[in-house]
């Protein structure tokens, strides 16, 4: 497995409030290197891929880009006093954020995986192309595996056969033993 140095976040505001009031000032965080390595994504090795990034996301506040909780603010927005539209500070901090967001996806996803999913645009449609793309290979390789195991045989005996005597030894063991010896 590869693994790289994801140097591209490190913190976001503490709470929205602190997120909307940062807005209106212009001084809205986002997100910068942490010191962490991602195994990079490959063919096989999607779950340990998505494993290590959630809590990652979800710790910096960023994982709703990924499902979509975070939508895209309006680029305007009306100022009640005035009646006047005005450019939404959010929208522009949104825009960037999810631009650093696409940015590490693409820095942590080999190119033989890159290629399924480069077109989507936000960082939400390249999660979810991911997800759909190694979900079905996913149940594919459970069904093999449950065949392999359906199908193993220990000399004689299928592996369900040997389980259950083994465990069945074992419950005898268990009970042939002193009370002091458990």
Not at 60 to 76: A, M, N, R, S, V
Request: glycine share 4%; with cysteine.
């Amino acid at each position: 497995m590869v693994s790289e140095p994801l140097t591209h976040i490190t913190q976001m505001a503490s709470s929205s409030k602190n997120t909307s009031d940062a807005a209106t000032n212009g001084n809205l965080p986002l997100v910068s290197p942490p010191a962490i390595n991602v195994t990079k994504l490959l063919k096989d090795n999607y779950h340990v891929w998505k494993a290590q990034l959630i809590p990652f996301f979800c710790g910096q506040g960023l994982f709703g880009y990924l499902d979509g909780t975070i939508p895209i603010p309006p680029k305007e927005v009306s100022v009640a006093e005035t009646s006047s539209v005005t450019f939404n500070p959010l929208y522009e901090h949104w825009q960037r954020q999810h631009a650093i967001i696409v940015a590490i996806l693409f820095s942590i996803i080999s190119e033989s995986v890159l290629i399924q999913v480069v077109s989507h645009i936000t960082s939400a449609a390249i999660w979810c192309a991911l997800a759909k793309s190694f979900s079905s290979q996913s149940r594919a390789w459970v069904i093999q595996l449950r065949t392999e195991l359906v199908n193993t045989r220990k000399g004689a005996q299928l592996a369900h056969d040997f389980f259950y005597a083994d465990q069945a030894h074992d419950r005898r063991a268990c009970c042939c033993r002193p009370c002091s010896s458990l």
